[in-house]
């Protein structure tokens, strides 16, 4: 069992920067990957970043250049740094961890999310 804990969320402007930080209650060198997901109003929740045990990463096309997912494994912390933030960008941000058994058995876990509100 893992137990996620996002903060960092909040209302900016358009334009403007928000770090997000995910907290894990297990040491995250041992997950095999981690992300952020997103959930607008009305929409289904969508991939946003993430990063693999081995720091290789990857990003929506709509936030490519403006985001940037990392982690501090010494402190069982993952980040996501918001640049350049735009109205769509508006959402309850989710932390996952992804934790594959080598048996055909998956695992996943979800923050309860932390609101992210950009108006224009």
């Known amino acids: 069992q893992v137990q996620l804990v996002e903060s960092g969320g909040g209302l900016v402007q358009a334009g403007g920067s928000l770090r997000l930080s995910c907290v894990a209650s297990?040491?995250?060198?041992?997950?095999?990957?981690m992300g952020w997901y997103r959930q607008a109003p009305g929409k289904q929740r969508e991939s946003v970043a993430t990063?693999?045990?081995?720091?290789?990463?990857n990003y929506a096309d709509s936030v490519k250049g403006r985001f940037t997912i990392s982690k501090d494994n010494a402190k069982n912390t993952m980040y996501l740094q918001m640049n350049s933030l735009k109205p769509e960008d508006t959402a309850v941000y989710y932390c996952?961890?992804?934790?594959?058994?080598?048996?055909?058995?998956?695992?996943?876990?979800w923050g309860q999310g932390t609101q992210v509100t950009v108006s224009s």
């Open positions: 297990a040491r995250i060198r041992s997950i095999d990957a």
């Open positions: 990063i693999t045990s081995g720091d290789g990463t």
């Open positions: 996952n961890a992804h934790i594959e058994t080598g048996l055909g058995v998956n695992y996943d876990y």
